[in-house]
């Protein structure tokens, strides 16, 4: 888990804020989505005791995709109002599928 959890700062501080013309997910998020698939799937397929799992995918979101999200929202602020909201509406409903497989 630690591994996991300096990998993903890392990959948090070299984050590219290229926008989008159709106001979807930024491409580092889509990446980070794609990233945090594979890991839920290999952590669901583990042997992991399941009192340990809600405490560890909660862990597992929290470091992984709470950063990627305040990114969104930092990349989102030059886009004028409802462009803005449009691109942040998109990118939280892209993290919503993710949390839905967690489940």
């Known amino acids: 888990m630690r591994q996991f959890n300096l990998l993903m700062s890392e990959k948090g501080h070299n984050v590219n804020f290229n926008l989008e013309e159709d106001l979807g997910p930024p491409a ?58 449009i691109m942040l509406v998109n990118c939280y409903d892209l993290a919503k599928v993710v949390k839905v497989l967690e489940q």
């Open 28 to 85: 580092f998020f889509l990446d980070a989505i794609a990233d945090l698939r594979i890991i839920l799937s290999a952590y669901d397929s583990s042997l992991a005791p399941v009192e340990q799992d809600e405490q560890e995918i909660r862990s597992i979101l929290d470091i992984s995709l709470t950063p990627y999200l305040e990114h969104c929202d930092e990349a989102s602020k030059p886009l004028p109002g409802l462009s803005r909201w």
